[in-house]
C-alpha cells in the first residue's frame, strides 16, 4: 500500500478519505498515520453510490461517517 501511497502523491493527489462507513478502526489508523508521513490531508466522507454497494443492513450509509470537526475545518481551510 505504501508503494500506492506514493503513487498517489506523485500524481498530485491532495487527501486520504481515512473515515468512511466501511472503514475499520484499523483501516483509520492505517491512513491517519499515511496522511501524516506523506503530508496529505485527511478527509472523511460517508457517500452514497448504490443500494446495491452503500447500505447498512436497510439503511443507506449517507451520514454513518463521522468526521471529527477540527480536522474538518483544517481540510475545509485548505480549500480556501
Same mark, same amino acid.
Given at each position: 500500500? =505504501?508503494? +500506492?501511497? +506514493?503513487?498517489? *502523491?506523485?500524481?498530485? #493527489?491532495?487527501?486520504?478519505? #481515512?473515515?468512511? $462507513?466501511? /472503514?475499520? $478502526?484499523?483501516? +483509520? ?13 485527511? !478527509?472523511?466522507?460517508?457517500?452514497? /453510490?448504490? !443500494? =446495491? @454497494? ?9 451520514? @454513518?461517517?463521522?468526521? $471529527?470537526?477540527?480536522?474538518? *475545518? *483544517? ?6
Amino acid at each position: 500500500r =505504501d508503494r +500506492q501511497l +506514493q503513487i498517489f *502523491k506523485d500524481l498530485g #493527489v491532495d487527501a486520504l478519505e #481515512v473515515f468512511h $462507513p466501511r /472503514h475499520l $478502526p484499523s483501516d +483509520q489508523s492505517f491512513y491517519r498515520d499515511a496522511a501524516s508521513r506523506y503530508g496529505f490531508l485527511i !478527509s472523511g466522507g460517508s457517500d452514497f /453510490h448504490a !443500494s =446495491d @454497494t452503500d447500505m447498512y443492513g436497510e439503511l443507506p450509509s449517507l451520514g @454513518t461517517a463521522a468526521f $471529527p470537526l477540527d480536522l474538518a *475545518k *483544517k481540510f475545509l481551510g485548505a480549500l480556501l
